[in-house]
């Protein structure tokens, strides 16, 4: 259902075209006046307007530069009578999105908007995907010989194909939660509507409801134009709730709330909006912890955990760790367009041995890293970052061993290595580690390491 906006002082073309959209299940308002169309686009922003050129008070160019630029995601239609040549190349420069002729059949005027809603899709969702990464990775992607991989891949297609069930991926960070939320979307039915998602970690905690639900102009005092949610964005499609562990209470309460009804509203606003989007969460932390610590939503939890998928950590997939590194070995030398290399013998086994905290990320970086820096086609055993030579054939972890230790040691090092790698820019930094900017800032502060907001271009 779409808004659709008529200004036409002819009241009999107007009030039947306005019958004609309501049948198609639009919600229609008619303006007689400039005036009128302008009060009607502010009060219940339209989709696409059907603006006579004509009009008794205005001009319908003046409504239309107004109406741009209040409503810039408006769809204009002009209508027009013949001998308007010049203005209707006006109208265009001024952002119409077309016009057509008087009379005009209604099987044209309905293509026209259909079009016309079209392309308005589709320019949200080419903003939405500027504006995040896409999952373009999916199972196949994907390298898991193991019998417990083989098990989640058979987990995914069978989830994907039923269904609008909610999904909560767990698993450590890097064991690859993303592209199975990713896979799990274009292996279903939905894969034609979009995918989107939300970093409940990295977005600041009063935006979120904003980006969650949208608003209405007027909400509050920045709010000047409608803006959707990224519910409603996701459609028929797949909303992924990334780290939900860090989503506020407040919010979490919220979001209970959407599941139960499948509808919300904008904030402002006073119509109920349904969505039909699957629910993907995924997190790196221990729900049923937080929820015994208070800090959870039972309720919200049981909601989200219908369907559970689980990633095992890389150091319980046995030999898919050297599957890894041959695949991202090939990957690395071929985009650098370099004889593939291989490890030693020596090498391999102390991959085998190594925890992987960072698990995949971490093995992938550490191979990138391999593959420009080592000179020999064969990776022997020295080229390895010492904390993976440590662990090869070293004493089993435990007693004097601080694993915490250990790892805020490896975490440093991965850090620090990502800034060198990144000639100091945070931004790239944090990408190359694959967590958000402000993961990143927190671990710098952690580490000791600054992380203060002194912000580069
Ligand atoms: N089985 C796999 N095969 C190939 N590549 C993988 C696999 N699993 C993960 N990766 C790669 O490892 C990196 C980390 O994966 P991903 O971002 O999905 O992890 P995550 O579980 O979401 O981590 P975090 O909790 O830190 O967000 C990505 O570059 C991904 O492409
Ligand atoms: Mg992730």
Not at 138 to 146: A, D, I, K, S
């Amino acid at each position: 259902m779409a808004t659709i906006l008529i200004a036409d002082d002819e009241k009999v073309l107007a009030q039947s075209l306005g019958m004609l959209f309501r049948d198609e299940g639009h919600q229609v308002g008619v303006a007689l006046s400039g005036r009128d169309a302008l009060r009607l686009a502010a009060e219940n922003p339209p989709d696409v307007m059907l603006l006579d050129l004509r009009l008794p008070d205005m001009s319908g160019l003046e409504v239309l530069s107004e109406v741009r630029r209040t409503q810039p995601e408006a769809m204009v239609i002009m209508m027009t009578a013949h001998g308007d040549t010049a203005t209707v190349v006006d109208a265009v420069k001024r952002g119409a999105f077309h016009y057509l002729n008087k009379p005009f059949e209604l099987q044209e005027i309905l293509l026209l908007v259909g079009k016309a809603l079209e392309q308005q899709k589709l320019r949200e969702e080419v903003t939405f995907l500027r504006e995040r990464r896409h999952p373009a990775e999916g199972l196949e992607e994907m390298v898991g010989n193991c019998p417990a991989m083989q098990e989640v891949f058979r987990k995914v297609r069978l989830v994907a194909a039923a269904g609008d069930s909610a999904v909560l991926i767990t698993g450590e960070s890097g064991t690859g939660k993303e592209l199975v939320a990713g896979a799990l979307h274009r292996l279903s039915e939905r894969s034609a509507h979009p995918f989107v998602e939300l970093n409940c970690a990295a977005i600041p905690e009063n935006l979120l409801e904003s980006e969650l639900f949208g608003f209405e102009k007027g909400a509050f005092t920045d709010a000047q134009q409608r803006k959707k949610g990224l519910f409603e964005l996701a459609g028929q499609g797949t909303l992924f709730l990334d780290e939900i562990g860090e989503m506020p209470p407040h919010l979490q309460a919220k979001l209970l709330r959407f599941l139960e009804k499948r509808s919300f509203r904008r904030l402002g606003g006073t119509t109920d909006i349904q969505v039909g989007a699957r629910i993907v969460a995924a997190t790196n932390r221990d729900l049923r912890e937080l929820v015994r610590q208070g800090r959870f939503r039972e309720d919200l939890f049981y909601r989200l955990n219908v369907i559970p998928v689980h990633l095992p950590p890389l150091r319980e997939r046995g030999s898919d760790t050297l599957a890894l590194a041959g695949h991202f070995l090939a990957h690395f030398s071929r985009r650098l367009g370099r004889p593939v290399k291989r490890l030693a013998p020596a090498a391999e086994k102390a991959f085998l041995a190594y925890r992987w905290p960072g698990n995949i990320r971490e093995l992938k970086n550490i191979v990138e890293r391999l593959v420009i820096l080592c000179p020999s086609e064969v990776i022997p055993v020295e080229q390895l970052p010492a904390e993976i030579r440590a662990g090869e054939g070293g004493p089993p972890m435990a007693g004097a061993f601080h694993i915490d230790e250990h790892l805020l040691g490896v975490e440093r090092q991965l850090v620090l290595a990502a800034l060198e790698e990144a000639l100091g820019k945070k931004g790239l930094a944090a990408e190359r580690l694959g967590i958000s900017r402000h993961a990143f800032k927190r671990k710098l502060q952690k580490l000791g390491l600054g992380g203060e907001d002194e912000d580069e271009p």
